[in-house]
Each structure stands twice: as structure tokens, then as C-alpha cells.
């Protein structure tokens, strides 16, 4: 089962910026990567993904803010936040979409506030 590490979650004023990396235990060559989000009270969404090739599909509402990448040498992917704001506040979480069983990192919080 693959372990995937988070980081760079934190607090942010709106219109700030952030960019959370998440690395795994194992090649991510041939798996879809991608960003989750969960905020209080809410349903978990899809952010971002990026495919082996990297073509990559975005939540409509970050849309020309954020933008993944993906390492395949360093088995890292990475959500850069932009233009942040309050609506953004949610728990992120990395996902790997290995058959059979997808891997998901621990999450990491994001709170954008004045």
C-alpha cells in the first residue's frame, strides 16, 4: 500500500498564495494523481488531477488559480494555489489512483482568513 506525504498547508490571507506538495512511498509512473479538498460541513471534492500524460482537469471554481504538476522522478505531485480566498479553507488531501485500491495522504489543512 503506498504512503503519501503531504505538506505546505498553512494560513494564508485572501489573495495570498500556497503550494502543497505530496510525495509517495512508490513510483507514481502510470497513476493518475490528484487534489481533494474537504471543508467543514462539506462533501469531499475533486480539485485537480493529472493524468500519466499530463493532462490535467480542475474544479471549475479554481480554475486559472491553481494549477497540479506532477514528478515522476521524485514521485511527487503538487498543487499551486493562487489568488487565494476564503472559500479555498478546506482540508486537501493527495490521492493516487492505484489499482485496485486508490492511496490517500492524511490531508492537510488550508485556511485562508484575514
Known amino acids: 500500500q503506498v504512503h503519501l506525504e503531504e505538506s505546505g498547508g498553512g494560513l494564508v490571507q485572501p489573495g495570498e498564495s500556497l503550494i502543497l506538495a505530496c510525495v509517495a512511498s512508490?513510483?507514481?509512473?502510470?497513476?493518475?494523481m490528484a487534489w481533494y479538498r474537504q471543508a467543514p460541513g462539506k462533501q469531499r471534492e475533486l480539485v485537480a488531477e493529472?493524468?500519466?500524460?499530463?493532462?490535467?482537469n480542475y474544479l471549475g471554481s479554481v480554475e486559472g488559480r491553481f494549477t497540479i504538476n506532477r514528478d515522476n522522478a521524485y514521485r511527487k505531485v503538487s498543487l499551486e494555489m493562487n489568488n487565494l480566498t476564503p472559500e479555498d479553507t478546506a482540508f486537501y488531501y493527495c490521492?493516487?489512483?492505484?489499482?485496485?485500491?486508490?492511496?490517500w495522504g492524511q490531508g492537510i489543512q488550508v485556511t485562508v482568513s484575514e
Open positions: 512508490r513510483s507514481i509512473v502510470g497513476v493518475v
Open positions: 493529472i493524468s500519466r500524460g499530463g493532462i490535467t
Open positions: 490521492n493516487a489512483r492505484f489499482q485496485p485500491d486508490d492511496g
